[in-house]
């Protein structure tokens, strides 16, 4: 059983990512102190730091929503690695070292939030505790949409609902 976010691959590859970032952006021109080198030192530091605080919240949907904050962050770090490569300030071997390390955090994030979601746990709900992780699925076919698309349940299927047919449901 997982008892703190230090138990965990994803956790421990984030921290190791970080510290590959630390280490590659010393070499950074001073000029870019406040800029990239901040931007990807951030960016690494926030990884793990959602990991973990994802992990000591106390819904499955907030854990859930805490590795999309995760996620954010490395496509921003990955995004910072293909620039700084370009502009000369990391070599090819150390951006695909950092690019490499990258993708496998990524995996690993996808993984475990994959695990959180599966067919085996109840829906991940707001109100889901993540004490109740083990026991089974509830019966009901809704689907797990992202929250910004509005749905309605017609004829026993889910259907996006267009926001002419939102105004006029409102009564």
Do not use: C
């Amino acid at each position: 059983m997982v008892k703190s976010y230090e138990d965990l691959l994803v956790g421990q590859e984030a921290i190791e990512l970080a510290k590959i970032v630390y280490r590659a952006t010393t070499g950074f021109p001073v000029e870019e102190r406040y800029g990239l080198t901040s931007q990807m030192r951030r960016a690494a530091v926030s990884i793990p730091s959602n990991v973990a605080e994802g992990q000591a919240r106390t819904t499955r949907g907030e854990f859930i929503q805490f590795l999309g904050h995760a996620r954010g962050s490395l496509a921003e770090l990955d995004t910072q690695t293909i620039l700084a490569g370009q502009l000369g300030m990391l070599s090819e071997h150390k951006a695909g070292e950092l690019r490499q390390q990258v993708a496998k955090v990524g995996k690993l994030l996808s993984g475990l939030r994959r695990s959180l979601t599966s067919s085996h746990q109840p829906p991940a709900t707001s109100h889901q505790p993540l004490a109740t992780s083990h026991q089974p699925r509830a019966t009901s076919h809704e689907p797990l949409l992202p929250w910004f698309f509005p749905v309605t349940r017609s004829a026993g299927s889910w259907a996006r609902t267009s926001s002419s047919t939102r105004s006029t449901n409102r009564g």
